[in-house]
């Protein structure tokens, strides 16, 4: 069963940076790719970027993108989210995720495990 622990949140005033890690365990984890959601307090969780785990293909969302750039290492099982730039509108729970499925990474029902989720707050 694969694991997924995310670390790294808090609390930044708004131009500030933090960098997320997604620690991942389990003898199984060899997803197609993984990725970060977010949700917001009273919103729908939404994705925020995806990455090949054994590629190097990345995406990130429109809302994002500029600011955010999403990496990994294979060797540590790690996913990483670099933030930028943040603003207040990029305060939420930040997920990671795997998916075991060659597609549509920037849906949610595509990813078999979560993380339980890290809080990002952005102080205007």
């Known amino acids: 069963q694969v694991q997924l622990v995310e670390s790294g949140g808090g609390l930044v005033q708004a131009g500030g940076s933090l960098r997320l890690s997604c620690a991942a365990s389990?003898?199984?984890?060899?997803?197609?790719?993984v990725g970060w959601f977010r949700q917001a307090p009273g919103k729908e969780r939404e994705w925020v970027a995806a990455i090949t785990w054994y590629g190097e293909s990345t995406w990130h969302a429109d809302s994002v993108k500029g600011r955010f750039t999403i990496s990994k290492d294979n060797a540590k099982n790690t996913l990483y989210l670099q933030m930028n730039s943040l603003k207040p509108e990029d305060t939420a729970v930040y997920y990671c995720?795997?998916?075991?499925?060659?597609?549509?990474?920037?849906?949610?029902?595509?990813?078999?495990?979560w993380g339980q989720g890290t809080q990002v707050t952005v102080s205007s």
């Open positions: 995720a795997a998916s075991s499925r060659g597609t549509y990474l920037h849906l949610e029902q595509n990813y078999d495990s």
């Open positions: 389990g003898r199984t984890f060899r997803p197609y790719g």
